[in-house]
């Protein structure tokens, strides 16, 4: 009841704004980022696409004019998207009634080929000004105007400029992820001209985020994805606002904004991040039998019960997890994993093969090598005592050995994949850790 009495108040508050000056309109900006096609709910009854829609018609209903804007990496994450390649992600997600999406780096995970398949299932555009081959073409469109009541808001795209090292070369193809300050310079002035509000749609780190907005004043708002962690309260310089959630689905945000059209400048702002619950945001039915609809395509091999957790693991629990059993099962001496590829955590009880799929849901192969311990990057060698000149078995997974600091490591692949490899180790102990 508090929640709701605040936001009517700070409603009221950006009307009474409103009818004090009549070239101020209000706006409101709906936000998510990172869904990684998470279409169900996660173990804590968090999130789930049926339930995200409810919550953005919810928020929608309540707001004069809106727009709904999704940050980045919408597929990758769940047997679905890993499956049948993250098409019925966004096929879902039309669903959820968004307007503009950016590329994330996990858009390229099925070839940047797919990208195509995506922009043609999608009913919103994708967008990405920094994304060009060697001729200076871009993957995708780099900007979008949208109408919010009176209201243009001009969206420029814009993905992580450290995109070679987040995918494989394979995966990016001929294209390149450019200076973001310099790539975005030009669509954001066209866009300060054609629209009365500019936002950079950034699938971004954080120092990208300050950078953008330090350097680009033109720029009003940044809605970003991309770190998971999310913000706790908006990124402010210079009255410019930047916004950031955390994955999954598991909040909605809401930039709830006081625009005044003849400065061109926000006068009064106010952002909150709503918890998604199932308790608290019922599924929308016709999403949740489209999400059933796919998830029965895969249910057979994931809701498979594997083992039992006897303790809940975090993230990094989970890392050290895998990397005994890569050695376990390869016999390896050194085994690494990326924590960038651990992407669940395990609760305490039935472990079933889809929490090993949300955990790695990429195609990674398993690697291996005999390597100088004064080979291995400092990550691979944390807490062991290796001798410079000794030689040791070492595993790891094919987006590991591709990293510059594995260059000149003779690799060779096993034939088995990564999450084979672990779920079959999980599988053999029927108890973990």
């Known amino acids: 009841m508090l929640v709701g009495s605040v936001l009517r108040v700070s409603l009221l508050l950006l009307a009474a704004l409103a009818a004090q000056c009549a070239s101020v309109e209000q706006v409101t900006i709906l936000h998510l980022n990172d869904l990684h096609a998470r279409l169900l709910p996660d173990e804590q009854g968090r999130g789930g696409f049926a339930h995200v829609a409810t919550a953005i018609e919810g928020e929608r209903a309540r707001a004069e004019h809106a727009v709904v804007l999704h940050a980045g990496d919408m597929v990758q994450g769940s047997p679905v998207s890993t499956i049948f390649e993250g098409t019925p992600v966004f096929e879902v997600a039309n669903r959820l009634g968004f307007d503009a999406h950016c590329l994330g780096n996990h858009e390229f995970d099925y070839g940047w080929e797919k990208i195509a398949e995506f922009r043609r299932v999608t009913d919103a555009p994708i967008l990405a000004a920094n994304v060009l081959n060697a001729e200076g073409k871009r993957l995708v469109p780099a900007t979008a105007v949208l109408t919010a009541g009176e209201i243009r808001i001009g969206i420029v795209g814009a993905v992580t400029a450290r995109l070679a090292r987040l995918i494989k070369p394979a995966q990016s193809g001929p294209w390149r992820a450019t200076p973001l300050v310099e790539s975005l310079r030009e669509p954001v002035a066209e866009m300060n001209a054609r629209a009365d509000l500019v936002v950079v749609l950034g699938h971004l780190f954080d120092d990208e985020d300050e950078a953008i907005l330090r350097a680009l004043p033109d720029v009003d708002v940044l809605v970003g994805g991309h770190d998971h962690g999310g913000r706790d309260t908006e990124l402010l310089i210079d009255g410019r606002i930047g916004i950031k959630l955390r ?185 973990v850790p």
């Not at 019960?305 to 990397?323: H, Q, S």
């Not at 005994?324 to 395990?346: H, K, P, W």
């Not at 990674?364 to 090598?369: D, I, Q, S, T, Y």
């Not at 990057?377 to 050995?401: C, H, I, K």
Request: aromatic content about 8%.
């Open 247 to 431: 994955p999954y689905g598991r909040e909605l945000g809401r930039l709830d904004i006081a625009f005044d059209r003849d400065a061109g400048q926000i006068v009064q702002h106010r952002w909150r991040r709503i918890q998604i619950s199932q308790g608290r945001f019922p599924p929308k039915p016709a999403i949740a039998a489209l999400v059933d609809q796919w998830e029965s395509k895969v249910s057979e091999l994931v809701d498979v019960e594997v083992a039992e957790c006897v303790r809940a693991l975090g993230r990094d629990d989970v890392k050290r997890m895998i990397e005994r059993a890569l050695r376990e099962a390869t016999g390896a001496q050194i085994a690494y994993m990326n924590r960038g590829g651990v992407r669940d955590s395990l609760t305490e009880g039935t472990v079933m093969a889809r929490h090993i799929w949300n955990i790695l849901p990429f195609d990674n192969a398993l690697v291996e090598a005999t390597v100088r311990g004064d080979q291995l990057p400092e990550e691979a060698r944390a807490g062991q005592d290796l001798e410079p000149g000794r030689m040791y078995s070492f595993v790891t997974n094919d987006y590991v050995a591709g990293l510059p600091e594995y260059a000149g490591i003779d690799f060779t692949a096993r034939e088995l994949t990564l999450r084979d490899a672990v779920l079959d180790w999980v599988k053999a102990r029927a108890r």
